[in-house]
Every structure is written in C-alpha cells, then in structure tokens.
C-alpha cells in the first residue's frame, strides 16, 4: 500500500554531511509518522528520528544536534539531514512509514564514514 524509496547515501569524511530522501507513493498527509531507522553488520535496527504528520520530531540522542528530520509535502518525500557524521553513524539507514496501523519500510541505502 505504501513504497518507499530511499536515496543519497555514500562515502563522506567525518565531519561531512549527506542529505537521505525517502518519496512515498502516497500523500504524506495520510501517514501518520515518519522516520528513518539505521543498522549496522550485526546489530539490531533503532530509529534515528521521527517526524509526525503535525511535524512533532524526536530522534535518538546520538544524533540530536546533528541530524534533523523534516518534510516536503508536495513531493511526498521525507528527509534526513546528517551534518558532522562520525565513524559510529556507519549503517545501512531505512526509512519507515506508520500508516492505519501498518508499518512500511524502504529498502535501505548505505551511509558510510570514513576516520
């Protein structure tokens, strides 16, 4: 019911950024949260940030300051914003979509930071 697409992974230096974006087939308007989630080679999956359709965020306290989660509602589209990447943010990201009681992931795209 809902793809998700999520692009603009790669290599960076530590202390560069990247900018994640994930386009949703459906109006954003209908998801009642979004977020984006990241792991790494044997660890499990924990969430980075949400952003609810108020626009209400939060994320995990390894990034806050860091990283910021927003929206562009006339691309369906949500972003992750990561300025001064660290080694330790080396994952694979996802995105995640909360909609009428099911949860809907991308495919996942990898971020990787070089020391």
């Known amino acids: 019911q809902v793809q998700l697409v999520e692009s603009g992974g790669g290599l960076v230096q530590a202390g560069g950024s990247l900018r994640l974006s994930c386009a949703a087939s459906v109006s954003i308007f209908s998801i009642n949260y979004m977020g984006w989630y990241r792991q790494a080679p044997g660890k499990q999956r924990d969430v980075v940030a949400v952003?609810?359709?108020?626009?209400?965020?939060n994320y995990a306290d390894s990034v806050k300051g860091r990283f910021t989660i927003s929206t562009e509602k006339a691309r369906n589209t949500v972003y992750l914003q990561m300025n001064g990447l660290k080694p330790e943010d080396t994952a694979v990201y996802y995105c995640n979509a909360y909609r009428e009681y099911q949860n809907y992931w991308g495919q996942g795209t990898q971020v990787t930071v070089s020391s």
């Open positions: 952003i609810t359709r108020g626009g209400s965020t």
